[in-house]
């Protein structure tokens, strides 16, 4: 019942769901992982120039939007079925396996982190073009595409999610 609430308003109804459960303490966690990434940065005496620093806000803005994305899809899920609960830890635990190199994992892990929950493009992959490895220059850009993709793809999820919710009636 209270999905028929979001419903009623004139506004997106994916951003009215992730924005009730914004919290403004996000913003300081935030804060404090940019001073950890500069400092880390200083003691690994990195010279960055404005193009990285720009690298890192767009690699930011495109890990935000995949796990959004990622969860989002999973969260549309439900509109299709009783019980997602079974879906969304496993997905969650991928999170802390995207932040290792890909190459060490299995092949088929391997292919998982980086096209079917692609958490290998939040950290990984944009991290190692700021540290300067080149040999996987290729895949690091391709966070933000991905991303995109993504997003793409929750749009199609949640709009046949919605029109396939049915209310809980009284």
Do not use: M
Not at 17 to 33: K, N, W
Not at 101 to 110: D, K, N, S, W
Not at 129 to 140: I, T
Request: glycine share 6%.
């Amino acid at each position: 019942g209270h999905f028929d609430r979001v419903l009623l308003r004139p506004l997106n109804s994916f951003l009215q769901v992730v924005f009730e459960s914004f919290r403004v303490q996000t913003l300081a966690e935030s804060a404090i992982g940019l001073v950890v990434v500069l400092a880390a940065a200083a003691s690994l005496d990195l010279s960055w120039s404005w193009v990285d620093a720009a690298w890192l806000l767009v690699a930011c803005v495109s890990g935000a939007v995949l796990f959004v994305s990622v969860f989002g899809i999973i969260a549309s899920l439900s509109f299709h079925f009783e019980d997602r609960i079974g879906i969304a830890p496993p997905v969650f635990n991928l999170i802390n396996a995207g932040r290792y190199p890909v190459e060490i994992f299995h092949p088929v892990l391997r292919f998982l982190l980086r096209w079917v929950v692609p958490f290998s493009f939040v950290a990984f992959y944009p991290s190692t073009s700021l540290l300067g490895r080149d040999e996987f220059r290729r895949l690091c850009f391709l966070s933000p595409v991905v991303a995109l993709v993504f997003v793409l793809l929750l749009a199609v999820a949640w709009t046949l999610g919605v029109r396939r919710y049915a209310s809980t009636g009284s």
